[in-house]
Structures are given as C-alpha cells and as structure tokens.
C-alpha cells in the first residue's frame, strides 16, 4: 500500500477530528432524550463478547474432558456451567435487545418530530431556496442514519474491542507475528472496502436519478388523474418507449455496478482465504513446534479468526460512523436554519385590528430577477372588505404570503396597528390571520378533521350552515366524522369542486382566534357567477373581519370598500368600485373588457 501524502494526512486528521465532534454531539443529544440507552448498550456489548467467548473455549473445553485431563465431578460441573450459561445469556442479550430498540425507536420518534416541525416552520422563502432544497433530502437521511450512533459505539465498537484485547492476551505471548499479519490483511481489506463502497456510492447515484424517472413516468401512467388525457392524446405508447428506454438505462448502470462489484468482491476473497491459510498455517506451524498443544490449538485458531473479524469491525464502525458525521453534520445544518419567527420579536397581539399598512414594500421570490412587488403603499382599515385585482403575474398573491409572513420583505415596511408586523410573537401573529387558498389542499382524514384539525371548542354546525354545506354533511351516516377520499376508508367521501371550495371557506371561518380573513382565490375554478355568489357569501358570514378578496375577476368588486389594482407589482389604482370606473383608468378598462367578454358568451350561447 502506498504512503499518505501530507496533505492526506492533515485531510484525515481533520475527518477524524470531525468525526469526533460528531459522536460528542450526538451522544450528548441522545443521553438527553434517553439516559438508558447508553449502559444498556454496553451491558449488550459484553453480554454478546461473553457468548462468543464461551463459543472460543467451548471446543478446548471438551478436547481437555475427551483427554482425561479433568476429573468426572470437574467435567460435569463444566458441561453443567455451560448449559447454563448460554440460554442464559442468549436470554438476557434478547431482553437487553429488546429494550435498546424500544428506546431507538421513541428516540427516532422525536428526532423525526424535531425534523418535520422544523421543515413546517420554515419560511417559504427558505424552503423554496436553493440551499435548502439541495440537502434536504440529506439532512432528513441523517435522522434515519444517525438513530444508532449509541449502539454503533457502545454495543458493536466496544464489544469489537473487549473481543481484540480478550483474544490478544490469548495468543500474544506465544508470537506477536499473528497479530501484525492479521492486522495487516485487515488494511488491505478495508482499503478495498472503502474503495468498493465508493465506487458502489458512484453507481447508486446514478441509479437513483433514474429510478427517480422511472417513478415519475409510473405513477402518470398508473394513476387515474392523468387517464383523461392519456386517452384523449393517445399518448400510452409514448409513456411505454420512455419506460422501456430509462429501464435499459437503469440495467446498464446495475449491469456496471454488479460487474464493479464482482471484481471487488474477487479481490477481498482472496484476502480473506490468504488471511484464513496463514492464521490455520501459523497455529499448524506453533503446534508441530511443540509450543502449544492440541487443545490449546482450537483455542489459538478460533481467537485468531475471532480477532480478525473483530478488528474489520471496527474498520466497518469508523467507516460507518464517518457516514454517519456527513449526515448528522447536514441535519444540524437543516435544523440551524431559521424558523418563522425565530429571529423577529415576541410582542403579543393586539385584541383587534385598527390598520394594515404597506409603507414602500418590495419583493422580489428567491432565484428570480424582476421584483414580484415593487415599492406598494397602501393602507386597510379594520373593517374593510379589500379587492386586490390585477391580471396574472401582478403581484396580488404576494401581497397576501408577505402579510402572512411566509416570506420576509427585501425593503419598506408592513404595520399592523402601528407596529411592524416582525415585532409580533410568531405563533400569536399566526393565530391572527384565516386563509382560503386557490391551491387549497384536502386531507384523508375525517371532515371534522379536515374542518379544525384537532382543535377543540369550536361550534362548526354555524359555518357549515352559513355556507350551505350542513344538510349535506348531516345526511352522511357519520356526519362530521365521515373519511374523506378512500385511501383510508371505502365509506370516504368526495365532494364536487364547490362544494370542496365552500367547505376550504368553512375552514377558515372556524377560525375563531383570527381577525383577519384573506381569500386568495379559492374559487378561481368557478364560473364568474359562482366565484360571485361565493364571495359574497364569504362576505356575509365574515363577522366583521378584514377581509381580503384576491382575484383576477371582477365579479367581488362591488361590494368591496376598497379595491387596489396591481400591474407588473406596482400599485396602479386604488378606490372604491364606482371612484375606479369614473376614473376611467386601468380597472375600468379590465372591468369593462371582462362584462363584454361575458356579455358576448352568452349571445354566442
């Protein structure tokens, strides 16, 4: 083997040094959330070495009883002994077992949970960015890699240790030259190990990317909410060749990996049968000299082969554990990132709303150029039913997510009564606001579910009513309790669009703590005279709410007390429905353009 250069040197002591960085980390961390899991492990460490050392000594034990050498009382007290011992530490390794993996598995449990609060507390701004998106994937595989660190070290490693040192002292004595002929097969091993592994990691890469495809292409092709148009483009042969053709890609790459792998795999054979041949070798040599004898012979064999795979154990454990210093080192990297609110105030919220003001904000959405909103001011009162129109791409959106702080502003200032909206209690500032999505989402959960999810106290029988979905929901069997979709449930229920959209409304009237209501669009897939009839409807039952309307349709804007009219992310009107059209700017025109529009279709029909 050649010589580390200098520069490898320094990059492995600094691995090394990372690494033990990591293991003080997260043996700190998992002794927190369990203060067992550590001296079970190592009572399991050393009731797995005291099995496979009685299996060493076993076979000399009878070789002695077979020569005479021990008295009838001797051997039967021996045969007795082990008899005993080995059910009974098989028993205490299972029960120990069995407790480490109830303790890994509640402490994944609250790492996983760490790591999914953590992912949902992100900002979308952070989220969607490309950093984040480039070792997420990472980062939640050190949570699942690194939940064994503890038994790793103190179970495996140290077992490997008590099994090195127990079987040096057997047969050190008796020639050093075994021990550095099997440590240094076992360098050679684990530098083939490594390079395996590496080149394997190479392979598996590209792999994934094209399982990745192939995941991709199957679920268009087996899932029925692409049927419509899979039927009507006739585009299933064309789904098949792209299936065929990444299936071809992915049995070439295995076909390379599987014959990388063989060559590997050669290799290490050899290894090992030269390793075997020299330890059999060297205990046929020491006995042929007269320097052990035969029943001392099974035992210097077996603790030899014993020693050899304990210490490629534990170049497998520092293979395994430096894995395990990537992985941990993204997830705190992950869980570093700043959550909602971590780093703006913690003032309470008022009990109502007396302003929202947007004094010269701008925006511009990660990876992009253009600004998505571009230096707005303006300003809702407390009991303000708002319109902000604009053709797509305007920026009314936008105006709705920064409000709601999903994404921090680039400059100018939001206040709510006065304050800056930073400057409020993260969760409080949640609590404040209610939102109907366009890109709402339905849950397979129950409706009552869907409705509150989990909270309590909260008289739904009102909205519902007030939204015309109670008599619906009360003619089901289970009423509220009712599964909806069946991906859990064969008694699931779907609704049509509108009604899901009155119920995604319903959903956020029940929102009781909020005092502002925001409806970005979640009725844009309705005709103008639904979207109509919802909104107002919405604005019947909003109880005095502020209450924001975004759409690209008119058909809200008369009943609004304010409307602001976007273009490209600037403010290009604000008013009233009847001070816009006698202005006769830019919303009177979209406004005018929309009625003869609609005007026409129904001549033509």
């Not at 395996?196 to 995941?215: D, P």
């Not at 210490?311 to 497998?316: D, E, P, S, T, Y």
């Not at 366009?438 to 009513?465: C, P, R, S």
């Not at 349709?553 to 009219?565: G, L």
């Amino acid at each position: 083997m050649q010589g580390l250069t200098i520069g490898e040197n320094v990059d492995m002591m600094h691995k090394i040094i990372k690494n033990v960085k990591f293991l003080k980390k997260n043996l700190v961390e998992q002794h927190k959330l369990s203060k067992i899991i550590m001296p079970l492990s190592i009572i399991n460490a050393i009731l797995f070495e005291g099995t496979v050392l009685v299996g060493v000594f076993l076979p000399s034990f009878m070789l002695r009883i077979a020569s005479g050498i021990y008295t009838i009382e001797q051997s039967v007290i021996f045969a007795a002994s082990i008899t005993a011992a080995i059910p009974i530490l098989s028993l205490l390794q299972n029960i120990v077992n069995r407790k480490i993996n109830n303790e890994q598995e509640k402490l994944f449990n609250i790492r996983i949970g760490r790591f999914d609060a953590q992912l949902h507390g992100l900002s979308l701004e952070t989220a969607e960015s490309n950093e984040c998106l480039e070792f997420e994937e990472e980062a939640l595989m050190g949570v699942y890699q690194t939940q064994n660190v503890v038994f790793e070290i103190f179970s495996v490693l140290l077992g490997r240790i008590i099994t090195i040192i127990t079987t040096s002292i057997i047969f050190i004595n008796v020639h050093f030259m075994l021990v550095v002929f099997v440590v240094l097969t076992l360098l050679v091993i684990f530098a083939l190990d490594e390079k395996a592994v590496k080149v394997e990691q190479l392979h598996n890469k590209a792999i994934s990317k094209k399982r990745h495809i192939r995941g991709y292409i199957s679920e268009i092709m087996f899932s029925i909410d692409y049927g419509a148009e899979e039927r009507l483009y006739n585009i299933k042969d064309f789904l098949i060749s792209k299936y065929n053709n990444n299936e071809k890609n992915i049995r070439t790459l295995e076909n390379k990996r599987s014959f990388s792998k063989m060559k590997y795999q050669a290799s290490l054979a050899f290894m090992n049968a030269l390793q075997t041949i020299g330890i059999y070798g060297f205990a046929i040599w020491q006995f042929s000299s007269d320097n052990i004898q035969l029943y001392d012979f099974l035992i210097y064999i077996s603790a030899a082969l014993m020693m050899s795979g304990a210490i490629r154990q534990v170049f497998n454990s520092y293979t395994t554990l430096s894995t395990m210093a990537l992985y941990y080192e993204a997830t705190e990297r992950y869980m570093a990132l700043p959550v909602c609110g971590s780093l703006d105030g913690h003032d309470p919220m008022p009990t109502h709303i007396t302003d929202i003001i947007f004094e010269n904000v701008s925006f511009t959405y990660p990876n992009q150029i253009s600004p998505a909103v571009d230096n707005l001011s303006f300003r809702f009162s407390g009991n303000d039913i708002v319109a902000i129109v604009g053709e797509n791409g305007a920026g009314k959106s936008t105006i709705i997510k920064l409000l709601l702080r999903l994404y921090k502003i680039d400059s100018g200032r939001i206040l709510l009564n006065g304050k800056s909206i930073y400057s409020y209690d993260w969760i409080e500032y949640c609590r404040f606001f209610a939102s109907a999505f366009q890109d709402y989402n339905m849950y397979a959960l129950t409706l009552k579910e869907n409705l509150l999810f989990g909270h309590v106290g909260i008289n739904t029988e009102i909205f519902l009513e007030q939204i015309g979905m109670l008599n619906k929901i009360n003619n089901l069997p289970n009423k509220l309790e009712t599964p909806y979709t069946h991906e859990f449930s064969s008694d699931g229920i779907l609704f049509s669009g509108g009604e899901e959209q009155r119920f995604i409304i319903a959903r956020a009237l029940c929102k009781e703590s909020a005092c502002v209501l925001t409806m970005d669009e979640p009725t844009a897939s309705l005709d103008p005279l639904a979207e109509r009839n919802m909104n107002h409807l919405t604005y019947e039952v909003r109880k005095d709410k502020l209450t924001l309307f975004v759409s690209h349709r008119f058909s809200t804007t008369r009943f609004c007390t304010k409307i602001i009219v976007l273009d490209n992310g600037k403010l290009i009107e604000s008013g009233t429905h009847n001070e816009l059209m006698a202005a006769n700017g830019l919303y009177a025109k979209m406004y005018n353009m929309q009625i003869a529009y609609y005007q026409h279709e129904d001549k033509q029909i």
